[in-house]
């Protein structure tokens, strides 16, 4: 598929209109349902695809965070032949008792993998998981940026951000409290 098509096909799956909280605590006239997209083997593909072609140069390990990232990451692992790891949103309270699940080795150059970033406040908690387990994280790519602000912050912590698609690229129209419109 080509990149046109694959918008238009996670835009006809997965946005859902009327009026959605957001992770965020932001209020939105439009939702893009991760696992709708996620979920589909013809869309999941495609986004390894696209993941891994935008992994750069140097990077040891790939990562995404429970749950809407692990079938992300999953796909660009096997597209791009590194191994990922699964951040969990909080320790497991059994067993090994640990926040991140995979092999890390200090100073693993890592590209965490997003579904849809709006803040970006997610992917900051996830990359501060990595970091403190001694990853050098070195970007945020996402599957969709709302265009809300997650650019600027996580640049802002150091970490650089590219996404596959924005919301223009899904044909939606930004909501006008979020750019100030």
Same mark, same amino acid.
């Given at each position: 598929m080509?990149?046109a098509?694959?918008?238009?096909e996670?835009?006809?799956v997965?946005?859902l209109?009327?009026? +959605?909280?957001?992770?965020?605590g ?10 709708? +997209?996620s979920?589909r083997?013809e869309?999941?593909r495609?986004?390894?695809?696209m ?9 040891t390990?790939?990562?995404g965070?429970?749950?809407g990232?692990?079938?992300?990451v999953?796909?660009a692992?096997m597209?791009?032949?590194?191994p990922?790891?699964f951040?969990r949103?909080?320790?497991?309270d059994?067993g ?5 699940e ?7 150059r890592?590209v965490?993998v997003e579904?849809?970033?709006t803040t970006?406040?997610?992917a ?5 998981v990595?970091?403190?387990?001694g990853?050098?994280?070195t970007?945020?790519i ?9 650019r ?8 650089a951000?590219d996404?596959l698609f924005?919301v223009a690229d ?8 979020a750019?100030?419109r």
């Amino acid at each position: 598929m080509e990149r046109a098509q694959i918008a238009a096909e996670i835009a006809k799956v997965a946005l859902l209109r009327g009026t +959605f909280t957001l992770r965020s605590g932001k209020t939105s006239h439009y939702y893009l349902d991760k696992y709708l +997209f996620s979920t589909r083997p013809e869309i999941l593909r495609e986004l390894g695809t696209m993941f891994a072609a935008r992994v750069p140069a140097g990077t040891t390990r790939l990562a995404g965070a429970e749950l809407g990232g692990i079938p992300l990451v999953s796909a660009a692992s096997m597209a791009s032949g590194l191994p990922c790891l699964f951040v969990r949103n909080a320790k497991k309270d059994y067993g090994t008792s640990k926040q991140l699940e995979g092999k890390l080795d200090r100073g693993d150059r890592v590209v965490f993998v997003e579904d849809v970033a709006t803040t970006g406040g997610q992917a900051l908690e996830a990359v501060k998981v990595l970091q403190e387990a001694g990853a050098v994280v070195t970007h945020v790519i996402c599957t969709i940026d709302r265009q809300e602000g997650a650019r600027a912050n996580v640049e802002a912590a150091g970490v650089a951000f590219d996404a596959l698609f924005t919301v223009a690229d899904l044909g939606i129209t930004p909501d006008p409290a979020a750019t100030g419109r």
